[in-house]
T-cell receptor
């Protein structure tokens, strides 16, 4: 069973507000991923880290989204100015690298 | 680039039916292949993986065989139960240094009692 912890489980924001969510990866997993899952269950990769360093991120992440994985603190994903289209399930996953990923339960963001 | 195609968007079966969910991939070399399952209200769970041609992965009665010739990794189960109702994802592991996998669009399985 996955031991990835995500908080909060639910987040409700108004348009233009900041939305921040956190993730504690499984112990011993140096690689952390953030995904956005839409209502059609499709995954959209946002960003990943190895230890504290960004490995890859998409253009969307570079504009309104910011993320970090500081040492000895939870990883976080923040949307600077929420839009209605950001409403989705945000999933955090961790892995040892090229191996399988372990997912948290997700943070359900609703932007009103 | 890498891609994963799951043919079925939705599958509806009755209990004890045989399940097949098709997964085909496009990638160079020998990528690792994975199946994940996502139950309502939860994050995806790793089901099993295979890393080389003809290797069979299995878990909880589900199985799939890595077939490089047909670039496939089809998920099968001999007798489904209502509790197997979930969304199933096929995924391909990236061989590059950024570790970013490629997921299929998912197949929603509904098993009727």
């Amino acid at each position: 069973n996955s031991k990835v912890i995500q908080t909060p489980r639910y987040l409700v924001k108004g348009q233009g507000q900041k939305a921040k969510m956190r993730c504690i990866p499984e112990k011993g997993h140096p690689v952390v991923f953030w995904y956005q899952q839409n209502k059609n269950n499709e995954f959209k990769f946002l960003i990943n880290f190895q230890n504290q360093e960004v490995l890859q991120q998409i253009d969307m992440t570079e504009k309104r989204f910011s993320a970090e994985c500081p040492s000895n603190s939870p990883c976080s994903l923040e949307i600077q100015s929420s839009e209605a289209g950001d409403s989705a399930l945000y999933l955090c996953a961790s892995s040892r690298g090229r191996e399988e990923q372990y997912f948290g339960p997700g943070t359900r963001l609703t932007v009103l | 680039g890498d891609s994963v195609t799951q043919t079925e968007g939705q599958v509806a079966l009755s209990e004890e039916d045989f399940l097949t969910i098709h997964c085909n991939y496009s990638a160079s070399g020998y990528p690792a292949l994975f199946w994940y399952v996502q139950y309502p209200g939860e994050g995806p769970q790793f089901l099993f993986r295979a890393s080389r041609d003809k290797e069979k992965g299995s878990s909880r009665g589900f199985e799939a065989t890595y077939d490089k010739g047909t670039t496939s990794f089809h998920l099968r189960k001999a007798s489904v139960q209502e509790s197997d109702s979930a969304v199933y994802y096929c995924a391909l592991g990236h061989s590059g240094g950024n570790y970013k996998p490629t997921f299929g669009k998912g197949t929603s399985l509904v098993v009727h009692p």
